[in-house]
C-alpha cells in the first residue's frame, strides 16, 4: 500500500535523491583524482563531475580544507533543498538526521568552552547541519544542569538530555555525555523508524543496529585503560543491534582488543572487522594499512549501498547523506595526501560505486 | 566543385593540418575567427589536466576570476559596463607579450580594488562601531532618564526590607548613578540583530533565572554589514542586573550570541561628553569614507570601460589553447598536428587563412593543409541563412540528417506553412499573423541586439515561419473565403436566390474560392466538410507519394539500386494502388454534375455512391461493384487487378531485398572472399601505469557481420510498418480537416456571441455596446484563435511533417557539424 501513496508526498524528492545520488563520485573518478600532483589539478578534475565550478571563484592556489568546506557546503545546499520541499513525516525523518549533527556540535563547543577556545572559532567548526539558534550561549554553561536549563531545552535534544547521570563537565564526563546522548537519539531515532514501518523501518533498523553495534565495540575499545568502570561502560551501548544483548554483557567485561574480538566473531557479518586477510565488502581487495575504522565505513557504505536497490522508503535519504559524506572525507583524505606528498597512502580511501 | 544547396548536406573532407609549433597560437586564432573546422580530439586518452596546454588555460582561468570579481564588484556599485561595440573579430590578443601585458594590468587594478575594498571596509567598520555607539548612548539615555524619574519608588520600595544597605548611604547625594551604584546594580549595554532578540531574551531569562532587568529599543535605520554587505535591523539593549557574577554572565552569553558590546559611563556628563565627542568622530570618519569609496569608483570606471573587451580576449585564448590540447605534437618535425572535418568548398578559404596566420608572425615555415581518405562517416553540415534556419531547426528537432541524405528541410519551407495554413485558414486571422510576423522581420536589426524575454525569443527567431504562415493562411482564407469567418465578396455571387424559392439558382461560377453564397446557408457545413475531408485525403496523399519518390534520390546517391527494385517501385505502387486509387475516384466524383437530368427528368448518373463505402467493399468483396454504386463502367475488373497489385507488393517489399542479398554474400564467399578476422581493435595502453592503465580502444573498421535473419527481421518490420502507416498516415492527415472545421467553427461563434448582436443596436447604448464588444471579441481572437489555435495547427504541422512525411524516407541518423568558432563560443558564454 505504501507504494501506490509514496509518490504523492515525497516521490520527488526521492526522484532528486536518486538524481543526488547518481552524481556520487565512481571509481573511475576517483582514479582521475588519485593521479592529480597538485590541488589544482584536483580542482580541474572535480570541475568534469557534478561538482561543476565550485571552486571556480577561489583564487589558487587553494587548500584542502577550502575544497572540503565547499564540498561541504554544496552537501548542505542539496540536503537543504530536500528538506524544504519535504512534507511530513518525511520532514520529521529529515529532521532526525540533523540531531546527529547538533549532538556533535554540541559536544564540540563545550569542549572548546572547556578549553577556553575562541567561541567563534569554534562556531566556524560546527557543522552547518546542526546549527540552531541558541547554540553560542552553549559556552556559558559550567555543568550540565545549567546546560540543559539554559540551552537545551527548547533543543529537539532536551528528552536525550534528560537521561545524562553525570553533572559536572570535565574530559572524561564530555565523553560519557556524547555516548549517553548519542545512545538516547538511536533508541530514539530506532523507534521512531520502526513506527515508520515497512521498508523504510526495515532498512534503517539494519543500518541503526550496525550503527549501534559499531558504537558499542568503539567505546569498548577506547574504555580500555581509562577511569570508567565496566558497569558505567555498559550504560553507554545502546540497547539495540545485533549484539544486544549478549554481546553486551560480553563486552562490558572485556578488556583488550583479543577479547572484543572473541566476543564479536560469533556474529558472522562482523567477523571481517578483525579479520585482516579477509577481503573487505566492497570487493575490492583490501591494502594492509586498513584500520577498523576504515572496515566500519566500508560496511556502512555497503548497507547505504543497498537501500537503493528498494523504492519508496525514506532510507535513502539517510544513506545519500551519509554517502555524501563519506565521499567529501574521501575527497578530503585524497586533497591532503596531495597537498602532504603522501602519495603512497592516497589509495586509502573508500570507493563507493 | 559541388554546390552548397539545402537538398543535401555539404560534403565533407577530413583534413590534417601541420601547424608549426611557433605559429600555432595565432594560426588557431585565425581559424577560430573562420569558423569552419570541427576538430577532433587526437589524444582521447589522456587526461584532461595532463595535456599539453593545461598551465596556460589554468592561467586564463585564474584571469577569468580576477574578470568575474570585478564584474562583481561591478555591479555591486552598480557602474554599467561599456558594451562591445563593432565588430568582435578585431578584438584579439596580437602577441604573447600583450597577453602577459594584460595579465599584469589586470593583477595591478585587482591588487588596487581589493586594497580599497579593505581599507574601506575598515573603515566602513569603525564608522558602524561608532554609529552603534551613538545610538547606544542616545538610546541609553532614555533608559537612564526613566530610571532617574523612578528613583523615588526605587528608593521607596528598598527601604522598607532592606533599610540597612541604605541607611550608611548620603540619601540627600542623590543622582542617578549613586542609586544604581548603591544598589549595586551593574548594567550591560550593546547591540544585537533584531532576528535574535527573541533568543537572546529568552536564554538570558533561563540562564539568570529572571533576575535582570532588560530594556531594547529598535534602531531605526538598517545598518549594512560591512563584510557580507547584507543589510540588518538592529536593536540596541540595556541589561541591569544584580552583582558581578551575573554581570559577567551576560556578558559572555552577549558576545557568543553575537552582540556588539558598548560600555556606557554611568555618569550622565561622561556619557553627554562622549556622545558630542563620537558625533563629531563619525563626521570626519564620513568625510573619509566618501573620499575612499570617490577613488574606488573612478577606478572600477575605468575597468567598466575596458571589462568586456579583456573577457573577449581572455575567452577566445582560453578556446584557443583548449582546441590545442586537442592536436598531436610532432617533436621531431616541432610542430602541431591537427585532424578535423571541414566543408569540402572551404578549402580556399581555410588555405587563405592559413597563409594569413603565417604571415602575420612572420614565419618562414608555412602550415600545411592536407585531405585524409576515411570511412569515417563525416558530420552534417547544411548552411542555412536567417530565412532557412528555422525550418531547417524543425527538421533538426525530429533527427539531424544523416551525411548527405536528402534534407527535408528544403521542403518544409513550403509545405510547413501550407499544411498549417489549410488548418489556419482564415484570411482576416492571415492578415492579423502576417502583420505580426512583418512587424518583427522589419524590426529585426533592432530586436537581435538583445532581446531578454524568452517567449518573445520564440517568436522572434521562429518569425519568418510565422511570415510564411501567414502568407498562406491568408491564401486558403480566400479559397474558404472565410474572413473572420464572415464571406467575402469581390465578386459577384454564382447563385441567384429567387424570391419565393428555398433553393438558390447557379447562373455562373464564383472566380476564386468557395461562393460566398455557401455561407448561412442550411447545408453549408454539408458541403465544406465533404470538401476539406476530401481535399485532406488528397493532400496527404501527394505529400506522402512525394516522400517516397525522395528515397530514389537517396538510393541513387548511395548506390543501393537493389532497393529502388525491392522498396521504392513495391511500396510506390501499394500506395498509388490503394490510395492513389481513392484520390483518382475522389476527383472523378468531382467532375461529374450529379445534378444533370435527362429528358424524363431522371438523373442521368444515378445517386452518388459513398467513397468510404468504395473502398470497404473493395476489399471486402473483390472484383463486384454494385450497379447502383458504380462511378464508370469497368470499375469492378479495375478495383479487382489493383488489389492484386497490391497485395503482389507485400511479398515483394518483404522478401527480395534479403534473399539477393544473400544470394549475393554467397557469391562472395564461394569465390573466397571472407570477413577479415574479428580483432581489428587498436588497442593502446600506456606503458606507465601512471595514468592507472587506462585501456583505449578505437575501431579501425566496421565491418559487419552479415546476418541473413537480422536483415530479415528488419525487413519484416520496414515492410509491416510501411503497409499499416500507409493506411493509419492517411487517416492521420484528416486532422487537416478536423482542425480546420474546428477554426471556423470557432471563429464563427465567436463572431455570432460577441460583435454580431451589437451591430444592429443604434444610440449612444449601441455604441457602447459595440466598443465593449468589440474589444471582446478582438481580444478573444487574438489570445485563443491566433495563439491558441495557431499553437495547436502548428503542432499538428509538426506532426504531420516529422511522422506521416519523414518517416517515408528521412533517416535522421547524422551529428551535427559543430565548428570551433569564437562567434560560437561568445553567445555561448553569454
Known amino acids: ?353 | 566543385m559541388p554546390y552548397s544547396s539545402l537538398f543535401r548536406s555539404e560534403e565533407m573532407s577530413l583534413i590534417q593540418l601541420y601547424i608549426p609549433q611557433e605559429t600555432a597560437q595565432p594560426t588557431v586564432a585565425e581559424l577560430g575567427e573562420l569558423g569552419l573546422i570541427q576538430f577532433r580530439d587526437l589524444n582521447p586518452d589522456v587526461n584532461a589536466f595532463q595535456r599539453a596546454f593545461v598551465k596556460e588555460i589554468r592561467r586564463f582561468d585564474e584571469m577569468e576570476r580576477h574578470l568575474r570579481f570585478f564584474d562583481a564588484q561591478l555591479t555591486k556599485s552598480d557602474i554599467p559596463v561599456r558594451p562591445l561595440t563593432g565588430d568582435i573579430r578585431t578584438i584579439h590578443a596580437r602577441s604573447a607579450q600583450e597577453i602577459d601585458d594584460l595579465e599584469e594590468k589586470i593583477i595591478e587594478h585587482e591588487r588596487r580594488i581589493t586594497q580599497m575594498n579593505d581599507s574601506y571596509e575598515t573603515l566602513q567598520k569603525q564608522y558602524l562601531k561608532l554609529t552603534e555607539m551613538r545610538y547606544v548612548l542616545q538610546e541609553t539615555r532614555v533608559f537612564f532618564d526613566e530610571a532617574t524619574s523612578r528613583q523615588d519608588n526605587i528608593r521607596n520600595s528598598f527601604d522598607e526590607p532592606t533599610a540597612p544597605l541604605l541607611e550608611q548611604q548620603d540619601l540627600e547625594h542623590g543622582s542617578e548613578s549613586l542609586v544604581l551604584h548603591h544598589l549595586n546594580l551593574g548594567f550591560v549595554t550593546g547591540v544585537i540583530s533584531r532576528a535574535k532578540m527573541q533568543t537572546f531574551e529568552r536564554i538570558l531569562w533561563r540562564a539568570l533565572r529572571g533576575n535582570l532587568y532588560l530594556k531594547y529599543v529598535e534602531i531605526d535605520e538598517p545598518i549594512t554589514d560591512p563584510e557580507t554587505d547584507e543589510v540588518l535591523e538592529k536593536n540596541v539593549f540595556i541589561i541591569f542586573a544584580h552583582g558581578k557574577e551575573l554581570i559577567n554572565k551576560i556578558t559572555k552569553i552577549s558576545e557568543s550570541l553575537g552582540a556588539t558590546l558598548y560600555p556606557v559611563d554611568s555618569d550622565p556628563n561622561d556619557r553627554d561628553n562622549n556622545l558630542t565627542e563620537i558625533t563629531s568622530q563619525i563626521e570626519a570618519r564620513n568625510s573619509v569614507l566618501q573620499n575612499t569609496k570617490n577613488v574606488r569608483r573612478t577606478e572600477l570606471i575605468k575597468i567598466a570601460e575596458d571589462l568586456n573587451i579583456w573577457m573577449t580576449i581572455i575567452k577566445k585564448e582560453k578556446a584557443i589553447y583548449h582546441t590545442m590540447n586537442l592536436f598531436n605534437y610532432d617533436s621531431g618535425r616541432k610542430c602541431l598536428i591537427a585532424e578535423g572535418w571541414c566543408p569540402s568548398n572551404d578549402f580556399d578559404k581555410i588555405n587563405q587563412a592559413l597563409r594569413n596566420a603565417t604571415e602575420q608572425s612572420g614565419s618562414t615555415v608555412p602550415s600545411i593543409l592536407n585531405e585524409l581518405r576515411t570511412t569515417k562517416e563525416p558530420p552534417t553540415f547544411i548552411r542555412v541563412n536567417k530565412f532557412t534556419v528555422g525550418f531547417q531547426e524543425i527538421v533538426d528537432a525530429y533527427g539531424v540528417a544523416k551525411y548527405r541524405e536528402v534534407n527535408p528541410g528544403l521542403f518544409t519551407i513550403i509545405t510547413f506553412p501550407f499544411l498549417f495554413a489549410v488548418m489556419f485558414g482564415d484570411f482576416g486571422h492571415g492578415m492579423l499573423v502576417t502583420a505580426a510576423a512583418l512587424y518583427l522581420v522589419i524590426r529585426e536589426k533592432k530586436f537581435e541586439k538583445g532581446i531578454s524575454d524568452e517567449i518573445f525569443a520564440t517568436f522572434f527567431s521562429g518569425r519568418y515561419i510565422i511570415l510564411l504562415m501567414g502568407l498562406f493562411s491568408i491564401y486558403t482564407g480566400l479559397i474558404y473565403n472565410d474572413c473572420f469567418s464572415l464571406p467575402l465578396r469581390f465578386f459577384p455571387s454564382g447563385f441567384q436566390w429567387h424570391d419565393n424559392q428555398t433553393d438558390a439558382q447557379q447562373i455562373g461560377v464564383y472566380p476564386i474560392g468557395i461562393d460566398p453564397a455557401w455561407h448561412g446557408s442550411d447545408n453549408f457545413l454539408i458541403f465544406t466538410n465533404s470538401y476539406k475531408m476530401k481535399m485532406s485525403v488528397i493532400l496527404g496523399v501527394i505529400q506522402m507519394s512525394f516522400g517516397i519518390v525522395l528515397t530514389v534520390y537517396n538510393y541513387t546517391y548511395f548506390k543501393k539500386r537493389l532497393s529502388i527494385w525491392a522498396e521504392f517501385i513495391p511500396q510506390m505502387l501499394f500506395m498509388q494502388c490503394i490510395f492513389g486509387y481513392l484520390v483518382f475516384t475522389i476527383i472523378l466524383k468531382w467532375s461529374i454534375n450529379w445534378n444533370e437530368r435527362d429528358n424524363n427528368g431522371e438523373l442521368v448518373h444515378g445517386t452518388p455512391p459513398g467513397l468510404l463505402n468504395m473502398l470497404i467493399y473493395m476489399f471486402l468483396q473483390p472484383g463486384v461493384v454494385a450497379e447502383e454504386d458504380k462511378l464508370y463502367p469497368g470499375q469492378g475488373f479495375v478495383q479487382f487487378m489493383l488489389i492484386c497489385i497490391a497485395l503482389i507488393c507485400v511479398p515483394w517489399m518483404l522478401l527480395t531485398k534479403p534473399f539477393i542479398m544473400r544470394r549475393d554474400h554467397k557469391k562472395i564467399r564461394s569465390q573466397g572472399y571472407h570477413n577479415p578476422q574479428m580483432d581489428t581493435t587498436r588497442v593502446s595502453t600506456d606503458e606507465d601505469n601512471e595514468h592507472g592503465g587506462a585501456v583505449v580502444a578505437e575501431e579501425m573498421f566496421e565491418v559487419e557481420e552479415f546476418d541473413f535473419g537480422e536483415i530479415m527481421i528488419h525487413q519484416c518490420i520496414h515492410t509491416i510498418e510501411f503497409c499499416l502507416g500507409c493506411i493509419s498516415n492517411t487517416a492521420s492527415y484528416l486532422r487537416l480537416w478536423a482542425l480546420s472545421l474546428a477554426h471556423a467553427q470557432l471563429s464563427s461563434v465567436l463572431w455570432d456571441m460577441t460583435l454580431k448582436p451589437t451591430l444592429g443596436m443604434s444610440g449612444v447604448l449601441g455604441t457602447i455596446a459595440f466598443i465593449i464588444a468589440f474589444t471582446l471579441w478582438f481580444s478573444l481572437t487574438v489570445f485563443i484563435l491566433l495563439l491558441m489555435e495557431g499553437l495547436s495547427a502548428f503542432l499538428h504541422a509538426l506532426r504531420l511533417h516529422w511522422v506521416e512525411f519523414n518517416n517515408k524516407f528521412y533517416e535522421g541518423t547524422g551529428r551535427k557539424f559543430q565548428p570551433f568558432s569564437f562567434t560560437l563560443i561568445l553567445k555561448d558564454g553569454d
Not at chain 1, 231 to 252: I, Q, S, T, V, W
Open chain 1, 1 to 353: 500500500m505504501e507504494a501506490l501513496y509514496f509518490n504523492v508526498n515525497d516521490g520527488y524528492l526521492e526522484g532528486i535523491v536518486r538524481g543526488y545520488k547518481s552524481a556520487i563520485l565512481n571509481t573511475t573518478h576517483y582514479l582521475n583524482l588519485t593521479q592529480c600532483e597538485t590541488l589544482d589539478d584536483l580542482k580541474l578534475q572535480l570541475s568534469a563531475t557534478d561538482y561543476g565550478n565550485f571552486l571556480a571563484n577561489e583564487p589558487s592556489p587553494i587548500a584542502a580544507s577550502t575544497i572540503h568546506e565547499k564540498a561541504t557546503q554544496k552537501l548542505v545546499d542539496e540536503f537543504k533543498y530536500v528538506r524544504n520541499n519535504a512534507m511530513a513525516p518525511l520532514s520529521q525523518f529529515l529532521d532526525y538526521l540533523t540531531y546527529a549533527y547538533m549532538i556533535d556540535n554540541v559536544i564540540l563547543l563545550i569542549t572548546g568552552t572547556l578549553h577556553e577556545r575562541d567561541t567563534n572559532e569554534l562556531l566556524e567548526r560546527c557543522h552547518p547541519l546542526g546549527v540552531f539558534d541558541t547554540m553560542p550561549a552553549l559556552c556559558v554553561a559550567t555543568n550540565v544542569t545549567e546546560l540543559y536549563e539554559t540551552v537545551m531545552v527548547e533543543t529537539p535534544l532536551a528528552p536525550y538530555f534528560q537521561k545524562i547521570s553525570v553533572n559536572d563537565i570535565d574530559e572524561l564526563n564530555i565523553e560519557i555525555i556524547r555516548n549517553t546522548l548519542y545512545k538516547a537519539y538511536l533508541e530514539d531515532f530506532y523507534d521512531y523508524c520502526k513506527r515508520i514501518g515497512g521498508v523504510t523501518g526495515e532498512l534503517m533498523s539494519e543500518i541503526l543496529e550496525f550503527e549501534a553495534d559499531r558504537r558499542t565495540i568503539n567505546i569498548t575499545i577506547n574504555s580500555f585503560d581509562t577511569e570508567l568502570s565496566r558497569d558505567d561502560r555498559a550504560k553507554l551501548f545502546p540497547n539495540l543491534g545485533k549484539l544486544y544483548p549478549e554481546g553486551h554483557m560480553k563486552l562490558a567485561r572485556a578488556d583488550c582488543l583479543d577479547h572484543v574480538k572473541a566476543v564479536v566473531e560469533v556474529w558472522v557479518e562482523y567477523r571481517p572487522f578483525f579479520d585482516t586477510t579477509l577481503n573487505s565488502f566492497g570487493g575490492a581487495a583490501t591494502s594492509e594499512a586498513k584500520t577498523l575504522d576504515d572496515r566500519f565505513f566500508e560496511y556502512e557504505v555497503h548497507l547505504n549501498k543497498l537501500t537503493f536497490q528498494q523504492q519508496f522508503h525514506y532510507a535513502i535519504f539517510y544513506a545519500f547523506l551519509k554517502l555524501k559524506e563519506q565521499e567529501i572525507r574521501n575527497i578530503l583524505w585524497i586533497a591532503e595526501c596531495i597537498s602532504q606528498g603522501q602519495k603512497e597512502k592516497i589509495n586509502n580511501y573508500i570507493a563507493i560505486f
